[in-house]
T-cell receptor, first 115, second 115 residues
Framework: AQSVTQLGSHVSVSEGALVLLRCNYS??????LFWYVQYPNQGLQLLLK??????LVKGINGFEAEFKKSETSFHLTKPSAHMSDAAEYFC?????????????FGKGTRLSVIA | DTAVSQTPKYLVTQMGNDKSIKCEQN?????MYWYKQDSKKFLKIMFS???????INETVPNRFSPKSPDKAHLNLHINSLELGDSAVYFC??????????????FGPGTRLTVL
């Protein structure tokens, strides 16, 4: 069964600094990988996803993530943090051939951006 | 236009009461979900419906009963509410349960507080 580990429940960066949120997954078959963002008091929305093809995936708001099979990682980055990036970020995995197995979410990483 | 809507947004009730949360999506999706997000932000799937039929029923007390009158609606009824039911409940939808790479679209959430 697939699982997701997000390292660091809380990450704090200065405005303009690099954002790096870590995600490692466990899957017995090629996975589909997702990053969702949850702004305060809102539902989740998709930032980006990896299905097949290019391993560097670009998403909304300047975020990108790279699928590294050898490291079983899908870390999320953004070159320059903005105050509006403060939110909760969730990595999620879905397995190919998993039938009805749903998305499995990590425990989330709260990103704080300091002015 | 709201893609996935939930009502009510907030629900405060006493232990032992019965309550319902409604969800509607106007995206034409076949599959709808209920998730529970606990106080630590951990997201766990509860149920999934595809074209009004239950396809995922995770380990959830049978006090929780989902109902899908049509594929655009998925309601959640909770009997005999307990303190531990306090959480944020999210409805989501996706085009098809057969396409695991599909993005899930989330509603704004219903914050349930049981006193």
């Amino acid at each position: 069964a697939q699982s997701v580990t997000q390292l660091g429940s809380h990450v704090s960066v200065s405005e303009g600094a690099l954002v790096l949120l870590r995600c490692n997954y466990s899957s017995s078959v090629p996975p589909y990988l997702f990053w969702y963002v949850q702004y305060p008091n809102q539902g989740l929305q998709l930032l980006l996803k990896y299905t097949t093809g290019a391993t560097l995936v670009k998403g909304i708001n300047g975020f990108e993530a790279e699928f590294k099979k050898s490291e079983t990682s899908f870390h999320l980055t953004k070159p320059s943090a903005h105050m509006s990036d403060a939110a909760e970020y969730f990595c999620a995995v879905s397995e190919v051939n998993s039938g009805n197995t749903p998305l499995v979410f990590g425990k989330g990483t709260r990103l704080s951006v300091i002015a | 236009d709201t893609a996935v809507s939930q009502t009510p947004k907030y629900l405060v009730t006493q232990m032992g009461n019965d309550k319902s949360i409604k969800c509607e999506q106007n995206l034409g999706h076949d599959t709808m979900y209920w998730y529970k997000q606990d106080s630590k932000k951990f997201l766990k799937i509860m149920f999934s419906y595809n074209n009004k039929e239950l396809i995922i029923n995770e380990t959830v007390p049978n006090r929780f009963s989902p109902k899908s009158p049509d594929k655009a609606h998925l309601n959640l009824h909770i009997n005999s509410l307990e303190l531990g039911d306090s959480a944020v409940y999210f409805c989501a939808s996706s085009p098809s349960q057969l396409v695991l790479a599909d993005t899930q679209y989330f509603g704004p959430g219903t914050r349930l507080t049981v006193l």
